[in-house]
């Protein structure tokens, strides 16, 4: 009999948003003239912006026609988009467009990034944490053994409210390190100066970061950077990966992109340096075939003047959700970060678990929250609260709010 990919077992099953699930459907049935709000999803809520989707219309009826049909793309992605990507999100950072790999998806280029890196790499996870990076490392074979909610080989960075939701550098050697800014799911914000600490960090002892920047498009704060090869030396050591699900509404259409610089090297057995870029090209083009082109030509028309502005009033409805978000928690006397730069509010329930605090949310005021304990130890005692949802729900859930009990 074939043998299973032993690494697999090692997976701890997801039992977070099944279980949300089973606990909202048994209210629901005790209480079926409730109304729920759930609050807890990380999907967007509101519609493609016009824009993206006359890009598309056009694009589909160019593929209609003999003269202007196309069928393979470059995987790496067309050209017009890798341009305007870099001319718009990149200006003055010293990247250049063919150091721009478009994908369908920033869940999987996170993921998939571990493949160019040596099954014994040492990997750094923030706790809490968004789950795919734990989850690809389990598969690739570099956790070692479960113990408890933990891995025995990552090291973990505890983001707690201590330091702040800014977790410490690593105390001991590691080659590969995740970090993810605007954060998902503390909604914190990495400072220049702090970010500036983790390239330096890397530089020094030879590590790469991966940088999910999905979120950075809600950022408000000018003193915040935008990207991480804003810092001097990032070129050396970083991988940037942004996705267009979150800014402009794109979780069911599909289109990201991942930034490796040639300025990137890993080692080989020897020591030699090997180019990250060329790694990733030859495994981009080895196990994919590019972005659908009507989905390329959507993703540019963000960059297009129309799209800049419907892509703003999408994040400014998103971040008035938050805002009031954090008031109504803030009223209520608990403690929160996020909500300011970020479309997420991490709460803590101080003196209760965040299972506790959901079943009481879920009972008292019929709102679903996300358990913190679901993207960590460190999530313990905190709770997640979602920007993602229709101004009508966020309004009933503030009111909801005011009558519940801690
Ligand atoms: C939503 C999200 C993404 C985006 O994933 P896509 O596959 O591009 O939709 C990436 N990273 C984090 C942390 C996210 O929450």
């Excluded at 803030?330 to 479309?343: D, H, I, K, R």
Aim: with cysteine; hydrophobic share 40%; glycine share 8%.
């Amino acid at each position: 009999m074939a043998r299973a990919n032993p690494h697999f077992l090692n997976l701890k099953s997801s039992y977070l948003f099944v279980d949300i699930a089973q606990r909202v459907a048994a209210y629901q049935k005790a209480h079926p003239e409730r109304s729920i709000i759930k609050m807890g999803i990380g999907d967007v809520t509101e519609p493609l912006p016009a824009a993206c989707r006359e890009a598309m219309k056009a694009a589909i009826d160019e593929l209609g026609s003999k003269a202007t049909f196309r069928g393979y793309g470059p995987s790496e992605g067309y050209g017009f988009l890798r341009d305007a990507i870099v001319e718009n999100d990149f200006a003055n950072c010293g990247i250049s467009s063919d150091e721009i790999f478009v994908s369908d998806g920033s869940k999987q280029d996170s993921a998939n990034i571990g493949e160019i890196f040596d099954a014994s790499a040492t990997v750094a996870v923030t706790d809490p944490v968004y789950p795919v990076y734990v989850d690809s490392n389990v598969m690739a074979g570099r956790s070692g053994d479960a113990e408890g909610d933990r891995y025995s080989n990552f090291v973990y960075l505890d983001s707690t409210p201590e330091n702040g939701y800014l977790p410490a550098l690593p105390s001991e050697p590691v080659d590969i390190i995740y970090l993810c800014f605007p954060n998902n799911p503390t909604g914190t914000v990495i400072s220049r100066e702090k970010l500036t600490e983790w390239v330096n960090y890397a530089r020094r002892e030879k590590a790469v970061i991966i940088y999910d920047a999905a979120y950075v498009a809600f950022v408000s704060d000018p003193e915040i950077p935008r990207s991480i090869y804003e810092i001097e030396g990032a070129h050396e050591c970083a991988i940037e990966m942004r996705s267009f699900s979150k800014i402009a509404g794109f979780t069911g259409v599909r289109c990201a992109y991942t930034v490796i610089p040639k300025a990137l090297k890993l080692a080989d057995a020897e020591g030699n340096e090997i180019s990250a870029h060329q790694l990733w090209n030859r495994r981009h083009g080895t196990k994919f075939n590019g972005t659908s082109y009507p989905v390329q030509a959507a993703a540019a028309a963000v960059y297009s003047p129309e799209g800049q502005a419907q892509v703003k009033e999408l994040v400014s409805f998103y971040m008035e959700n938050a805002r009031l978000l954090r008031e109504a928690v803030t009223a209520l006397g608990l403690s929160c970060v996020g909500g300011e730069n970020a479309p997420y509010v991490w709460i803590q329930v101080p003196g209760k678990s965040s299972w506790d605090f959901f079943d009481n949310l879920l009972n008292n005021a019929g709102i679903v929250c996300t358990p913190g304990a679901g993207f960590g130890t460190c999530g313990e005692g905190h709770i997640r609260l979602s920007a993602f949802n229709s101004r009508e729900n966020v309004i009933e859930a503030v009111e909801r709010l005011k009558t519940v009990e801690l």
